[in-house]
Nanobody, 121 residues
Framework: QGQLVESGGGSVQPGGSLRLTCTASGIGVDYLAIAWFRQVSGKEREGVAC???????GYPESLKDRFTVSKDNAKNTAYLQMNNLQPAVTGVYYCAAHETCRIDPRSYDYWGQGTQVTVSS
């Protein structure tokens, strides 16, 4: 019965920023970890951020200075702030939920439908 819905994607110029929103229903962001993944054309789906139910966060080393994950328990919503975006990261971004933060996307129990992020000049 749990559901996640992403929003906030769109088009941005190189160097620009976007904030994605993951709205949860039927599950609580204070109960499960919320992760963000992206699917770039020609590449395997990869995790870009995760926030545990405790509020602890994790990122790939290459993204920790550009991506920030946060949440609002009262709104049952998680966010992904993405800065200094470049064309290479164009793709579909998903949020997903699991008991704990995991690298493997196959660990996650709930997925949103994804939101397109396009970075181009």
């Amino acid at each position: 019965q749990g559901q996640l819905v992403e929003s906030g994607g769109g088009s941005v110029q190189p160097g620009g920023s976007l904030r994605l929103t993951c709205t949860a229903s039927g599950i609580g962001v204070d109960y499960l970890a919320i992760a963000w993944f992206r699917q770039v054309s020609g590449k395997e789906r990869e995790g870009v951020a995760c926030i545990a139910r405790s509020g602890n966060t994790g990122y790939p080393e290459s993204l920790k200075d550009r991506f920030t994950v946060s949440k609002d328990n009262a709104k049952n919503t998680a966010y992904l702030q993405m800065n200094n975006l470049q064309p290479a990261v164009t793709g579909v971004y998903y949020c997903a939920a699991h008991e704990t933060c995991r690298i493997d996307p196959r660990s996650y129990d709930y997925w949103g439908q994804g939101t397109q992020v396009t970075v181009s000049s």
